[in-house]
Structure formats: structure tokens, C-alpha cells
């Protein structure tokens, strides 16, 4: 059992999200102590041992200076495991880091922040305490659910950066003039297999939001919202979303299931 109090072990105080990337050998967790872990699993007995911590205001090996993991909400790893991506709220800003191919060793390589700039110099109005994140199949978009809504980036799957595209707010409307109302405090995120549909809870108003996803123009467009104690589409009543929280899959992509507060 790894534990913080363990001699040499950091990265595991108040864990509040961890990612595994089935194609590595590294686990990597946040911690509301404002730090980004890395584990390594032996391909042997299956143990991961601590490899090496980086710390908000502290500096990676290749000396940057990281400053924006205060209190950082969700790690996703890229497939090819080369890009890391860490959410702040109370930085309103997502960290990039990329990963050695040799040392296997994270250094920080970009930061996106409210009000800041993308990798093309376009103004980010999104990110507004970002949480929860998800990349698409094909790992060339990332969803980001943040406290008034969900923004979208185009990503650069050989350098992992990120350019702003739109950020759907609660009370405006999307592409095509339909209402979004049901946006407020999204706590997951979540695109099926096939790219085409992205869901997004919210715990404020106990629903699940469906968006379409429109490739052609890089646009998300709203389908329904489910809410807890009104009807589906069948006109079923639906029951359970109350303070609507995570979101899965079944492994065939033929259920959705939402946990709820």
C-alpha cells in the first residue's frame, strides 16, 4: 500500500482525481495539495512505486517554473502518452506538461487560462473554474466542463496544443439559437466512442445534457436535457439525476450511467 506517509511517497494527500493511460506503465494523480503524481507500475509483480511529484510554485527538471496546479481537479492523459492535461478552478487555467520519451520525466510546456491566449493567439473567454475534461476518440478535441458551461478545444495531437474554439454559457444560446438553460455547475463530461455525441451533467438543475457534435463545423449543438422528476423522449418519467455527478459507459457503448449526490 502506497500512502503520503510513506518515506519518499508524494502525490497522494487528498487525491481528487487520478488518470491511467492503458497503454503505459504510469498512473498520475492531483491532489488538493496542489500537486501532479507519478507512479510507475512494475510490468512484473504490478506495483507502482512513486516516481515523481511536481508541486504548484515548484519546478520541473528541466527548471520551469509551475504555476497553476493550485488545487488542480482532473488529469487526462493523451493516448500516445506524450501530453498530460491538468484542470484548475482556482487557477482558471488548464496545464499542459509533456512527458521524456527516454526519462519518461513530465515538464511543464503550456498553460491556457481565462481571458488568456490559445496556441493561435485567439483570446480564451471560456475556462471559467474549468473541472472536469475529456478528449475525444480520435484525441483531437478536449471538452472542458467548467462552472458556466463547456468549452471546446481543437488540439494538436504532435505538440499537444490547444486552440480555443467556443464555450457553450448557461443562459445563451448554441450555434443553431437553441436555449441552453441546464448548464450551470456541469460536474462530468463524457463523449461516446463514435465522437458524435457529448454528455454533460449538471448538478445544479439535477440533469443530463446531450450536445451533438458537428466535426464539419467544430460545433456543439444541444439535443435534449433529462432532469430528474420530468419525462424522456419515450415520455418515461426520469428518476436518479438528483445532483447528477459522474458519468460512464457500459463497455459496448450501449448504457450510459450517471451517478447522482
Do not use: C
Amino acid at each position: 500500500v502506497l500512502e503520503e506517509s510513506t518515506p519518499g511517497v508524494e502525490g497522494l494527500a487528498s487525491v481528487s482525481h487520478h488518470a491511467i493511460n492503458q497503454n503505459d506503465s504510469f498512473l498520475y494523480t492531483v491532489t488538493e495539495s496542489s500537486e501532479l503524481g507519478v507512479f510507475q507500475q512494475s510490468s512484473d509483480t504490478g506495483i507502482f512505486t512513486h516516481f515523481e511529484t511536481l508541486q504548484n510554485t515548484g519546478y520541473d527538471q528541466a527548471g520551469n517554473l509551475i504555476n497553476g496546479l493550485l488545487n488542480p481537479h482532473t488529469v487526462v492523459v493523451s493516448r500516445d502518452q506524450n501530453y498530460i492535461y491538468v484542470s484548475s478552478p482556482i487557477s482558471v487555467s488548464i496545464m499542459v506538461f509533456s512527458k521524456n520519451i527516454f526519462s519518461h520525466v513530465l515538464n511543464f510546456s503550456q498553460q491556457y487560462s481565462f481571458n488568456g491566449e490559445d496556441a493561435e493567439g485567439n483570446i480564451i473567454t471560456g475556462l471559467i473554474v474549468p473541472q472536469a475534461m475529456t478528449l475525444s476518440p480520435d484525441e483531437a478535441y478536449l471538452f472542458v466542463a467548467e462552472t458556466f458551461g463547456v468549452s471546446s478545444f481543437r488540439r494538436n495531437t504532435s505538440t499537444g496544443a490547444l486552440s480555443y474554439l467556443e464555450t457553450l454559457f448557461h443562459g445563451r444560446l448554441d450555434d443553431e439559437g437553441s436555449p441552453l438553460t441546464t448548464l450551470m455547475t456541469p460536474k462530468d463530461v463524457l463523449m461516446s466512442s463514435d465522437g458524435s455525441h457529448l454528455y454533460v451533467t449538471s448538478q445544479t438543475f439535477n440533469a443530463l445534457n446531450v450536445f451533438r457534435w458537428n466535426s464539419d463545423t467544430e460545433h456543439l449543438l444541444w439535443v435534449e436535457t433529462l432532469q430528474d422528476g420530468g419525462v424522456d423522449g419515450g415520455g418515461a418519467s426520469v428518476d436518479g439525476l438528483e445532483d447528477a455527478e459522474f458519468l460512464a459507459f457500459s463497455h459496448d457503448q450501449r448504457f450510459l450511467y450517471v451517478t447522482s449526490g
